[in-house]
């Protein structure tokens, strides 16, 4: 079992920045696939972010493309959303997710087998 909590959510100006964190359990976070999505509500969850195990690969959804930044201490189990240029849109609730499989799609929610309770990002004018 994996537990995740993700923290650093609140209110910003556009344009401004936040730093999210996700602390994770599980002795084999290393090796774990870790995704940022989010969700508006009356609207799907979308994909934001991903990091691969070793930091090797990461990718992002074309909206937060150059203005986010996925990263991860595997020392101290966290993985990391640095968002600056924050917009408007980008207000919604953010959830961080662990794929305990090392090499996956990491675009697909599917493929992600456990979630945090998720924090609310609020960008306003």
């Known amino acids: 079992q994996v537990h995740l909590v993700e923290s650093g959510g609140g209110l910003v100006q556009a344009g401004g920045s936040l730093r999210l964190s996700c602390g994770a359990s599980g002795r084999t976070f290393s090796m774990y696939s870790m995704g940022w999505f989010r969700q508006v509500p009356g609207k799907e969850r979308e994909f934001v972010a991903g990091?691969?195990?070793?930091?090797?690969?990461?990718v992002y959804a074309d909206s937060v493309k150059g203005r986010f930044t996925a990263s991860r201490d595997n020392a101290r189990n966290t993985v990391f959303l640095q968002m600056n240029s924050l917009k408007l849109e980008d207000t919604a609730v953010y959830y961080c997710?662990?794929?305990?499989?090392?090499?996956?799609?990491?675009?697909?929610?599917?493929?992600?087998?456990?979630w945090g309770q998720g924090t609310q990002v609020t960008v306003s004018s």
């Open positions: 997710a662990a794929g305990v499989r090392s090499f996956i799609q990491l675009t697909q929610q599917g493929n992600y087998e456990y």
């Open positions: 990091i691969s195990w070793s930091s090797s690969r990461t």
